[in-house]
Nanobody, 114 residues
Framework: QVQLAESGGGLVQPGGSLRLSCAAS????????MGWYRQAPGQQRELVAS???????NYAMSVKGRFTISRDNAKNTVYLQMNSLKAEDTAVYYC????????WGQGTRVAVSS
């Protein structure tokens, strides 16, 4: 059974940066588009960035130009570089396939606050 493990979250001031990582226990990345999702308190989980097997990327309008998704199939890892963070980026961040079909991991919490 494939498991996902997100890491790299934390508390950061507005305008700061974080790099999230997601490692999978199995070799799923090379066959699937991957995505980073987030869920803010009281909100539904949303897809914020995705990358297909060719390396093509898509972003939600709210993060476009600030976030960068990348993948390393050899390491079974997907990354999310987050720059110019805003308070509204505060959420728990998850990775999964896109569309999602693997059991969700615990996520990594990002808090943007001064």
């Amino acid at each position: 059974q494939v498991q996902l493990a997100e890491s790299g979250g934390g508390l950061v001031q507005p305008g700061g940066s974080l790099r999230l990582s997601c490692a999978a226990s199995g070799s799923i990345f090379s066959r699937n588009a991957m995505g980073w999702y987030r869920q803010a308190p009281g909100q539904q989980r949303e897809l914020v960035a995705s990358i297909n097997t060719y390396g093509n990327t898509n972003y939600a309008m709210s993060v476009k130009g600030r976030f960068t998704i990348s993948r390393d199939n050899a390491k079974n890892t997907v990354y999310l570089q987050m720059n110019s963070l805003k308070a509204e980026d505060t959420a728990v961040y998850y990775c999964n396939t896109n569309p999602s079909y693997i059991a969700w991991g615990q996520g990594t919490r990002v808090a943007v606050s001064s």
